[in-house]
């Protein structure tokens, strides 16, 4: 069940139906093409399903994870492969947070703490979807009360793709004062999807300062320079040269699982991480407008799900770079604020750029 192809200014959109839930709801999904790339986002979460792009020699592979039915993610509420996770992405110290000295309390789903916005958060939700110019937007309406959170929050993010640069543009609006920090949970592999690990990839990230985090993976309030540590992505690193180093943060990660505090004025698109593959030549060149970007290199995945190609996705078989403001900002008046009030619409942006290298 698939409309015809719609010519736009820079490429194709198509929609199709990805499958069903299990209450036979019929989930669309969006291909979106240019002359470089070829991108696919379903309803399902706003989840980045597919991006397929060529090497330095021209073959094509998808470079994140993800499953090809609707079914893998219906039964994979862990990973959060390609998600967009929210109400508030990353973690909230014990669930807990305050308003204008009213608390709140969201259910804990990560040791005592609140991940992604509870153990139901948005990625978990089919989206109203629409065509747009050389892209797709979809809409959630999180009721007053959702998770615990405060507000009835509409949040609008949209793909588009325009030649080699996949663009996603993020909107919220509440009723009620509330907090929030929307992000896409995206794991990617510039080698391929099914091509082992990411240790050999290299990093680099615009961000002299990180938030070190204690045991339960909440940050101690302080920013920290990266300067003399495993850290330190100033200038390109190979991911896995550093990994198991016997470094505190890197222990509590189990890997790096941390916020990186950007340079530059949150608000600007600017310069947030440059990745390269030098295997297959494959770059990868994120700008954002966030404060903050979160590095997680796969550490908890274990083989558990199977994706594509009948891999089961291990240790270290993708990273994310997950453009955000800070963890449990709720609860660190020092970091940036994520309170979202009545009246205001909260915007962000974020580019995902590919391109290739030479052989070294």
């Known amino acids: 069940m698939a409309m015809a192809l719609t010519a736009v200014a820079q490429g194709e959109v198509k929609m199709s139906i990805f499958g069903h839930t299990k209450d036979g709801v019929a989930v669309p999904i969006y291909t979106l093409k240019s002359a470089q790339i070829e991108v696919r986002a379903t309803a399902y979460g706003a989840k980045l399903v597919s991006i397929r792009t060529p090497d330095r020699t021209g073959k094509i592979a998808d470079v994140v994870l993800g499953y090809d039915t609707l079914d893998g993610y219906l039964n994979d509420n862990s990973t959060h492969f390609g998600s967009i996770v929210g109400r508030y992405g990353n973690r909230i110290a014990l669930g807990k947070f305050s308003i204008d000295g009213k608390s709140y309390q969201v259910p804990i789903n990560n040791g005592a703490n609140a991940l992604h916005g509870g153990p139901v958060g948005f990625d978990q939700y089919v989206w109203e979807a629409k065509e747009v110019p050389n892209g797709v937007e979809f809409t959630h309406i999180s009721p007053d009360g959702d998770m615990g959170f405060p507000g009835t929050l509409t949040a609008k993010v949209k793909y588009t793709l325009t030649g080699d640069t996949l663009r996603i543009d993020y909107s919220s609006t509440s ?17 391929g999807d099914d091509q082992g690990t990411i240790l050999d990839e290299k990093l680099e990230l615009n961000a002299d300062r990180f938030t070190p985090v204690d045991a339960g993976l909440i940050p101690t309030g302080i920013l920290a320079p990266v300067a003399g540590t495993p850290l330190d992505f100033r200038k390109p690193e190979v991911v896995g040269a550093r990994i198991d180093s016997d470094d ?10 941390h916020n990186f505090v950007l340079n530059g004025n949150a608000g600007a698109l600017r310069l947030a991480a440059i990745v390269t593959d030098p295997e297959s030549g494959r770059k990868l060149t994120v700008e954002t407008t966030e404060p903050g970007i979160q590095f997680y290199t796969g550490n908890f995945l274990d083989g558990t799900f199977t994706g594509r190609h009948g891999v089961k996705y291990e240790k270290h078989t993708g990273f994310c770079l997950e453009t955000q403001h800070f963890p449990d900002s709720p609860n660190q008046s020092q970091f940036p604020s994520t309170v979202l009030r009545p009246g205001v619409t909260r ?14």
């Open 248 to 257: 505190e943060q890197i222990k509590l990660g189990g890997g790096y699982d």
């Open 347 to 360: 915007h962000s942006t974020t580019t995902f750029s590919f391109s290739t290298v030479k052989a070294e």
């Open 175 to 191: 009723d009620k004062a509330t907090v929030v920090n929307l992000t896409n949970h995206a794991y990617f592999n510039l080698r």
